[in-house]
C-alpha cells in the first residue's frame, strides 16, 4: 500500500512565522501535491512537483513556496504565516504525470495562524 | 479550462437506504472523472474513476457511478449505505489532453441516520 505521511496532524503558529508542512511517500512516485482544503471551496492545488527540484504552480501559489530535494520528500513553505493561510493543507503523490493517475493522500495538516 | 459542480452540500440518509450523489462537470471533450471519499480526520481516498469504455463504473465498498455525457454528469450510487458511509464525497476532473491537473468540487457531506 501507499503510504503518505504528513509530519503533523495540527500545528498552531504565530502571524508571521515561517512554516514548514513536511510530506513522506514511500512508493517511488515522480508527482508529489499540495492542496489546501477549506470549507465550501473543496481542494486547491497550490503547488505540484514532477521531479526532484522541479515545481509548478497550481491555482493558488501566493504566499506559498515549495522545496524537493529528495524523491520522497515534498515540503510546503509558508515564508510569512498570516491568518488567512489557516487552512487543511493535504498532501498527495502519484506514480507519475499523467491525469489519469490515481492520487494517494496523506492524513492531512490542520495549520491555525493567530 | 474544466469545472465541476456538486450541488448538494450536505445529504442524509437512513442507514439502508440507497444513495445518489450529484456532480457536474463542464469540459470540452470526454474528461478523467474520478469520485474520492475523505473519512473524518483522514485524506482522501479513490473510490472509483472513468476514463472511457462502460459507462456504469464500479468501485470500492460497493459504490458505483454513470458516466452521462449527454448531461455532463458522474453521479455516485450506492444500493445501501452503511453507518461507516459518512464521510465527505469529492467529485474531480482532469482533462483527457494537455497538462491541466485535478480540479475538484466542493464536496457533498454525507450523514447517515439510524
Known amino acids: 500500500d501507499v503510504k503518505v505521511t504528513q509530519s503533523s496532524r495540527y500545528l498552531v503558529k504565530r502571524t508571521g512565522e515561517k512554516v514548514f508542512l513536511e510530506c513522506v511517500q514511500d512508493?517511488?512516485?515522480?508527482?508529489m501535491f499540495w492542496y489546501r482544503q477549506d470549507p465550501g471551496l473543496g481542494l486547491r492545488l497550490i503547488y505540484f512537483s514532477y521531479d526532484v527540484k522541479m515545481k509548478e504552480k497550481g491555482d493558488i501559489p501566493e504566499g506559498y513556496s515549495v522545496s524537493r530535494e529528495k524523491k520522497e520528500r515534498f515540503s510546503l513553505i509558508l515564508e510569512s504565516a498570516s491568518t488567512n493561510q489557516t487552512s487543511m493543507y493535504l498532501c498527495?503523490?502519484?506514480?507519475?504525470?499523467?491525469?489519469?493517475?490515481?492520487?494517494?493522500f496523506g492524513p492531512g495538516t490542520r495549520l491555525l495562524v493567530l | 479550462a474544466q469545472s465541476v459542480t456538486q450541488p448538494d452540500i450536505h445529504i442524509t440518509v437512513s442507514e439502508g437506504a440507497s444513495l445518489e450523489l450529484r456532480c457536474n462537470y463542464s469540459y470540452g471533450a470526454t474528461p478523467y472523472l474520478f469520485w474520492y471519499v475523505q473519512s473524518p480526520g483522514q485524506g482522501l481516498q479513490l473510490l472509483l474513476k472513468y476514463f472511457s469504455g462502460d459507462t456504469l463504473v464500479q468501485g470500492i465498498k460497493g459504490f458505483e457511478a454513470e458516466f452521462k455525457r449527454s448531461q455532463s454528469s458522474f453521479n455516485l450510487r450506492k444500493p445501501s449505505v452503511h453507518w461507516s458511509d459518512a464521510a465527505e464525497y469529492f467529485c474531480?476532473?482532469?482533462?483527457?489532453?494537455?497538462?491541466?491537473?485535478?480540479?475538484f468540487g466542493t464536496g457533498t457531506r454525507l450523514t447517515i441516520i439510524p
Open positions: 512508493m517511488d512516485h515522480e508527482n
Open positions: 474531480a476532473v482532469a482533462p483527457s489532453v494537455g497538462n491541466e491537473k485535478l480540479t
Open positions: 498527495a503523490s502519484s506514480l507519475d504525470s499523467g491525469a489519469q493517475e490515481t492520487q494517494y
